[in-house]
């Protein structure tokens, strides 16, 4: 085994190990200068998560957080270097992490908090002014054909749980939320100039957004929505895009739909 | 106290090089700051891999503050130390930050932080022996044809030694600066927590180094802890303000170089703005007593 590996490994094992080949110059056991190393890169990096997911964190405390996230930073560590892409599984990890089922909205809201940390790094595009987007939409023969490109930013979520409205009442550091989370709701995030956003959207919000979002022609988005939702209000839904400059690209689509 | 730049039509943000003053390391919490209140601050040094992001809040500030200010960057993810093969997609994510930004100047650390799949966001320590030093070589020459400019290498803080090393770290160093060419990044704040770790004289060390290579210093606060005999472990944290010691070591040190940029250095329990430009102004200060 290599210098490198063995300390590579040494550091991400579960139990405090040194590698072998280590001195100190001044005799003291290599091991309690090791496990500088090996703080080191655990701090940093239940660090990097608590200030990635700090709803999270707020759900369950400092202590079990770092304890949660100690464990994925050992079976999950960065795969690159790109630190604000770390945690990407996080969610997926306290869907499995059974001391967390009690707070069974927990991976819901961890997928939200992800959501916000992709928007707010998300490539850079010009909305279309809201008049024009006004003026195209009333002015377009065939609106059903339409189709509508939305900022890089965006993205949805549907949960089972009022995911948005516990992320919104977490928001202070001594929240104590007064709310029924054992609704679903469907999560909206984007972000507007610099700010991102997070709105509650009906689940026939979420299809149409994503059926947009996969190329599908307006009516097509339409009839996705109305199909598979029980609740959907088109109106409401183009207003918060519009008003929020989600939309940057219009085009009507001339072909003939299959 | 601004350094006449060659041609004085130039402002500083597009000077060739960085300028031989005091910088401060561009903290986010900072942005807004920054572009209001326009501070008489040398440069910013912003870390590579926070900026290796598509767009959003980042690259805008960071488009308006290089605008009037030079800029370094300091990479932190390279892992030049590395037994693998330098990881050519992040170098060309380096490069596209470098055409983007244009900065006065680029440098990275002797140290590993990736092996195999994994990245471990710390700089971990080298043996220093002849197969390292071919390998650092290796690397530098790769990074620095990738560029197409100069680099500088920074020193490295350390708490622990390899028994396979049969190099000192400043002959490793000295031997990369005259073999690639790279310049130095000498980092006053390691020099002295490795000093005090491995029970070396600081100013020695510093002798030891080829100062004329050295193109930037940086200074930062160290924490404080003991080993298993009870004996001073510093620990390069970047949480503290500068210490005593750091500040008589970077007098020294003006006083064999002359003026060289200086970044302030602070990543942890980051401070008010005032406080870390406080800083600044009294490294300047030491800058303007070796000016000529």
């Known amino acids: ?258 | 106290m601004m350094t006449p730049t060659p041609d004085s039509m130039v402002s500083p943000a597009q000077a060739p090089g960085l300028p031989l003053r005091a910088g401060l390391g561009l903290k986010t919490e900072h942005f807004t700051q920054v572009l209001e209140t326009c501070p008489d601050i040398g440069f910013f040094e912003v870390h590579a891999e926070n900026y290796m992001v598509a767009g959003g809040p980042f690259h805008h500030y960071l488009g308006l503050i290089r605008a009037q200010y030079p800029l370094s960057l300091h990479g932190v993810g390279l892992s030049i130390g590395g037994e693998g093969p330098l990881d050519r997609e992040h170098l060309a994510r380096l490069a596209t930050l470098i055409e983007r930004y244009q900065p006065q100047s680029f440098s990275e650390h002797l140290a590993w932080s990736s092996h195999g799949p994994v990245f471990l966001n710390d700089l971990l320590p080298l043996a220093y022996d002849a197969s390292t030093l071919s390998r650092v070589c290796a690397h530098v020459d790769q990074v620095q044809s990738t560029l197409k400019r100069p680099m500088l290498l920074e020193n490295p803080s350390t708490y622990l030694q390899f028994q396979r090393s049969t190099l000192d770290e400043t002959d490793f160093i000295g031997e990369i600066i005259r073999r690639t060419g790279c310049g130095l990044l000498l980092d006053i704040n390691n020099v002295y927590v490795s000093c005090i770790n491995h029970q070396r004289d600081p100013l020695a060390y510093i002798d030891a180094l080829p100062l004329r290579a050295v193109g930037e210093i940086h200074l930062a606060g160290f924490a404080e802890d003991t080993d298993s005999l009870g004996d001073r472990l510093l620990i390069d944290d970047h949480g503290a303000p500068i210490d005593n010691a750091v500040w008589q070591l970077y007098e020294q040190v003006l006083a064999r170089t002359g003026p060289v940029a200086t970044l302030i250095e602070r990543d942890n329990q980051v401070p008010a703005f005032s406080v870390l430009k406080a800083e600044a102004q009294q490294a300047q200060w030491y800058l303007s007593q070796v000016a000529r």
């Open chain 1, 1 to 258: 085994m290599s210098i490198q590996q063995a300390f590579a490994q040494a550091l991400l094992a579960t139990d405090a190990v040194c590698p072998e080949g280590l001195f100190s110059s001044n005799g003291a056991d290599p091991a309690s200068r090791f496990a500088v190393y090996r703080n080191n890169v655990h701090s940093s990096l239940i660090e990097g998560l608590a200030s990635a997911y700090p709803v999270v964190r707020r759900l369950v405390g400092d202590e079990f957080f770092h304890a949660m996230a100690g464990l994925y930073v050992q079976a999950y560590p960065p795969i690159n270097p790109l630190i604000s892409e770390y945690g990407s599984s996080l969610a997926d990890f306290i869907q499995g992490f059974e001391p967390a089922s009690s707070v069974p909205y927990l991976a819901d809201i961890a997928r939200l908090e992800r959501l916000r940390v992709r928007a707010y790094h998300a490539a850079d595009r010009q909305a279309l002014d809201q008049p024009s987007v006004l003026q195209q939409l009333q002015g377009a023969e065939q609106l059903g054909h339409l189709r509508v490109q939305l900022h890089p930013s965006l993205a949805t979520l549907n949960s089972p749980y009022a995911i948005v409205a516990v992320w919104a009442a977490h928001q202070a550091e001594d929240a104590i939320a007064m709310l029924n989370p054992w609704h679903a709701q469907g999560a909206l995030v984007l972000r507007q100039g610099l700010a991102v956003k997070v709105f509650a959207i009906d689940s026939g919000s979420v299809i149409f957004i994503n059926s947009l979002k996969h190329g599908a022609r307006l009516e097509v988005a339409v009839t996705n929505a109305l199909e598979n939702a029980t609740e959907f209000d088109l109106h409401q839904c183009l207003t918060l895009l519009i008003s929020h400059d989600a939309i940057t690209h219009l085009h009507l689509d001339q072909k003939v739909s299959p």
